[in-house]
Nanobody, 121 residues
Framework: QEQLVESGGGLVQPGGSLRLSCAAS????????MAWYRQAPGKQRELVAT???????NYANSVKGRFTISRDNAKNTVYLQMNSLKPEDTAVYYC???????????????WGQGTQVTVSS
């Protein structure tokens, strides 16, 4: 079955940390850029971080210096380490595997089901 499954969300106090995981199964993983998005209530979904197949990373300005994206290609898993969390980080976090071309064919994009992160005292 082709899917992305997120885990690791929850309730945390301001200043705390969480680590999100996204496990890919049944899809091409190693050649893809992988991404984390989030969507807060009443707001549009926004890009949080990306990581290339080679490990190059990019972050939204709002999370730079606090969040770290990483990947383990042997485990087909991407992670989002979130430190110094703020109430404004509260959102549903989604894992995304964008559409990719391997030189011969395109592979579809995939989204996980989302995991809730709530930052509150």
């Amino acid at each position: 079955q082709e899917q992305l499954v997120e885990s690791g969300g929850g309730l945390v106090q301001p200043g705390g940390s969480l680590r999100l995981s996204c496990a890919a199964s049944g899809i091409i993983f190693n050649i893809r850029v992988m991404a984390w998005y989030r969507q807060a209530p009443g707001k549009q979904r926004e890009l949080v971080a990306t990581i290339t197949s080679g490990g190059s990373t990019n972050y939204a300005n709002s999370v730079k210096g606090r969040f770290t994206i990483s990947r383990d290609n042997a485990k087909n898993t991407v992670y989002l380490q979130m430190n110094s969390l703020k109430p404004e980080d509260t959102a549903v976090y989604y894992c995304n595997a964008p559409r990719v071309y391997d030189g011969r064919r395109y592979y579809s994009d995939y989204w996980g089901q989302g995991t809730q992160v709530t930052v509150s005292s």
